[in-house]
């Protein structure tokens, strides 16, 4: 079993920062894709920041500039450095990760953390 806890969503005013956190534990050999999404109320589950192979990162048009992923040392350790924060980027936020886990059972399967609420008053 694979768990994803995220942490470090809450309300923030317009023009605020947050930093999101994730990590992931359980029967993980590898991680090849590791990421952020959001959801809105009344909207559909929307990409925010995903790796992509050869160590690139892929940021929806409406966060690039003001959001930052990053990973950490132990690279199941991802975070979402959000700045310049609008009202429109209030959502539940998802963390996301395609596992392959540890022998006897050996797959590749994706996983999605419990969600942490992020509000931006204006």
């Known amino acids: 079993q694979v768990h994803l806890v995220e942490s470090g969503g809450g309300l923030v005013q317009t023009g605020g920062s947050l930093r999101l956190s994730c990590a992931a534990s359980g029967s993980i050999f590898s991680i090849d894709v590791m990421g952020w999404y959001r959801q809105a109320p009344g909207k559909q589950r929307e990409l925010v920041a995903v790796?992509?192979?050869?160590?690139?990162?892929n940021y929806a048009d409406s966060v690039k500039g003001r959001f930052t992923f990053s990973r950490g040392n132990d690279k199941n350790t991802v975070y979402l450095q959000m700045s310049s924060l609008k009202p429109e980027d209030t959502a539940v936020y998802y963390c996301?990760?395609?596992?392959?886990?540890?022998?006897?059972?050996?797959?590749?399967?994706?996983?999605w953390g419990q969600g942490t609420q992020v509000t931006v008053s204006s």
């Open positions: 790796t992509v192979s050869g160590g690139g990162i």
């Open positions: 996301y990760a395609n596992v392959v886990t540890t022998p006897p059972r050996v797959r590749v399967e994706s996983y």
